[in-house]
C-alpha cells in the first residue's frame, strides 16, 4: 500500500456506488440486470451489501499490511510506525474503531522502543498518535 491517503477517497467513492450506474457489455443484458435486480433485492440493499463486501474486503488488506509489518520490522522501527499509524487512521475512517486503536496503541509501542519515554516527548509524530487514539475514543 503505497498512499493510505486513498483510503480515505475510496471509501468517498463507495459511498456513492450504484448499481444502477454499471455497464455491461450489452445494453440488453444491462437492462436485463437491472429489472432483476429492482424486482428481487431492490438497487439499495444490493448497493449496501456490495458496499459492505468492498469495506471488509479493504480491511482484510489493512490487516495484511499490519501483519506483515509485525513480521519484517526493518531498520528503522518508525517507518513501521508511521505506517501503522497510517492504518490507524484508515480503520478510523473505515468505522472498525477498534481495529484503529490497537493499530494506533502498536504504532505507539514502537515509538516507546525506538524513542524512549523523553524522545516521544519531544516527538511530533507521538503527538499525531495520540491525537489519533483521542478521536477513536471520541467516537466510540
Given at each position: 500500500i503505497e498512499s493510505l491517503g486513498d483510503v480515505g477517497n475510496l471509501l468517498g467513492v463507495l459511498s456513492k456506488t450504484k448499481?444502477?450506474?454499471a455497464d455491461a457489455s450489452k445494453e440488453e443484458d444491462k437492462?436485463?440486470?437491472?429489472?432483476?435486480v429492482k424486482k428481487d433485492?431492490?438497487?439499495g440493499v444490493l448497493n449496501s451489501k456490495v458496499n459492505a463486501l468492498l469495506r471488509e474486503?479493504?480491511?482484510?488488506?489493512?490487516m495484511g499490511v499490519v501483519d506483515e509489518q509485525s513480521k519484517a520490522e526493518s531498520d528503522d522501527g518508525l517507518d513501521n510506525a508511521n505506517m501503522l499509524y497510517n492504518i490507524g487512521g484508515a480503520f478510523r475512517k473505515i468505522g472498525d474503531y477498534n481495529k484503529a486503536m490497537e493499530t494506533y496503541e502498536q504504532a505507539l509501542d514502537i515509538r516507546k522502543r525506538v524513542l524512549g519515554e523523553e524522545?516521544?516527548?519531544e516527538d511530533v509524530d507521538t503527538a499525531a498518535v495520540y491525537n489519533?487514539?483521542?478521536?477513536v475514543k471520541y467516537a466510540k
Open positions: 448499481i444502477e450506474n437492462k436485463n440486470i437491472l429489472a432483476l433485492i431492490g438497487f474486503w479493504i480491511k482484510a488488506t489493512l524522545g516521544m516527548d489519533g487514539i483521542g478521536n
